[in-house]
């Protein structure tokens, strides 16, 4: 069973970048697509991103389109989340998950990390 592990989130002014890192372990991530989500205080889990087991066609949510990237590094046993042009908006709980099977945008992923926060200031 694999486990995931959330770090780099912290406090960022608006307009600012972070990149946080999901690491995982028990299992090996190349056979795992990996999506990305966010709980913003007062508010539901969200979708942000999400990554194939190839790492090809990485898809995301408009919100963060052209912003965020999700990249992951199978030697490393890792997936990536960059983001830049951070928003005040952006301000959650970031997960990550992982599943052998599924890849999309709802909560069917098997694994979930603990999260990490990621506060943007205005």
């Known amino acids: 069973q694999v486990q995931l592990v959330e770090s780099g989130g912290g406090l960022v002014q608006a307009g600012g970048s972070l990149t946080l890192s999901c690491a995982a372990s028990?299992?090996?991530?190349?056979?795992?697509?990996v999506g990305w989500f966010r709980q913003p205080p007062g508010k539901e889990r969200e979708f942000v991103a999400a990554?194939?087991?190839?790492?090809?066609?990485?898809y995301y949510a408009a919100s963060v389109q052209g912003r965020f990237t999700i990249s992951r590094d199978n030697a490393r046993n890792t997936v990536y989340l960059q983001m830049n042009s951070l928003k005040s908006e952006d301000t959650a709980v970031y997960f990550c998950?992982?599943?052998?099977?599924?890849?999309?945008?709802?909560?069917?992923?098997?694994?979930w990390g603990q999260g990490t926060q990621v506060t943007v200031s205005s």
């Open positions: 990554i194939a087991w190839t790492g090809t066609s990485p």
């Open positions: 028990g299992g090996d991530i190349s056979s795992y697509a």
């Open positions: 998950a992982a599943d052998e099977i599924y890849y999309g945008e709802t909560h069917a992923y098997d694994y």
